[in-house]
């Protein structure tokens, strides 16, 4: 509850920081509107996971999650490959506020700091961007650790099945995978989708500034790339996440295949092995977010989307300079 609390208090000075600074420079709205739209998403996606129960997946109360990982045997396998997934949220999450400090401590980007407004006032919202860009690291680390237990039990269950060769137990184990594989997405959905909303809102507006003229931005002064470089770590960093959960889907899709090569190679269990093929199937196990499974073919068109949008604004700023 501590935790909303800061976060609520961040989101109130971004706003009044916002309002605070348009009393004195009307052309810099757009710059404290992206930080109110990251800081809100922020509040609201820690709200979101912790109404959603994390608590009860990850310990430390309940922790349905490490309690399964460590009856399966892959609870050292789990936090050894979410260790490198993590390292790449934080290297993202490193760059964003070192960009952001490098654009306020630089002696020659000072003129981009509004002026007429007190340093207390300018250092509040640098220490408030950290603070939220923390919580926006954790809440990816804590995104992108569910989803690789969650691999890891699809690619166990399959194990265990090659091995038994027992289709109606097999059956019976899937029931307990999916059972957790949507207990655990549900624990992060809410927060996915809100910070996925935030961040593409905060590049929506940025690149609306840029194609209606509004900003100065150019290539040639190194401080814009300074100031406006937290933007594309985030983006990453959603996508990076997006991609992680279509890989629960993917590898759950690829099950019936294993079991009807499975039963292939075994006479006289063409019954009991589409039984199980068709059982899997039905199940439509994956990574849920509010209902939408989320797969691979959906994450790469919005990275193309992203792409072709990025590419637009860069060309269009390149030749503007």
């Known amino acids: 509850m ?21 009393m004195y420079q009307d052309q810099i709205l757009n710059e404290h509107l992206l930080m109110a739209c990251y800081s809100s998403g922020c509040l609201l996606a820690f709200i979101s996971v912790h109404a959603s129960g994390i608590q009860g997946i990850l310990g430390p109360e309940i922790a349905l999650l490490e309690n399964y990982a460590t009856s399966m045997s892959f609870q050292d396998e789990w936090h050894k490959r979410s260790f490198y997934r993590v390292l790449v949220i934080m290297g993202l999450g490193g760059y964003m506020m070192f960009t952001r400090l490098m654009a306020y401590q630089h002696i020659s980007c000072r003129e981009f700091t509004p002026k007429g407004v007190y340093n207390t006032l300018v250092h509040l919202q640098l220490m408030s961007f950290m603070i939220v860009t923390c919580i926006l690291i954790a809440l990816m680390i804590a995104h992108v650790h569910i989803c690789c237990a969650m691999e890891l039990s699809v690619d166990k269950f399959c194990l265990r099945l090659w091995a038994q060769k027992d289709l109606l137990h097999g059956t019976v184990d899937w029931n307990m995978v999916t059972a957790m594989l949507r207990r655990s997405a549900h624990a992060v959905d809410s927060s996915f ?73 075994h006479e006289g269990f063409e019954y009991e092995t589409q039984y199980a093929v068709q059982y899997v199937s039905h199940s439509a196990a994956g990574f849920y977010v509010k209902g939408v499974r989320l797969n691979a073919f959906m994450t790469l068109k919005v990275t193309y989307l992203l792409g072709v949008i990025g590419l637009t604004l860069v060309t269009r700023v390149a030749l503007a300079s």
């Open 2 to 22: 501590c935790y909303c609390c800061c976060v609520g208090l961040v989101l109130v000075c971004q706003l009044g920081y916002m309002l605070r600074v348009t």
């Open 193 to 265: 989708l809100v910070l996925s909303t935030s961040i593409l809102s905060t590049l929506i507006l940025a690149g609306v500034e840029l194609v209606l003229g509004g900003t100065s931005f150019s290539f040639s002064d190194h401080c814009n790339p300074l100031w406006h470089g937290w933007m594309l770590p985030s983006v990453l960093m959603m996508l990076y996440t997006a991609y992680c959960s279509a890989m629960v889907t993917e590898k759950c899709s690829r099950v019936p295949a294993l079991i009807n090569s499975w039963g292939a190679d």
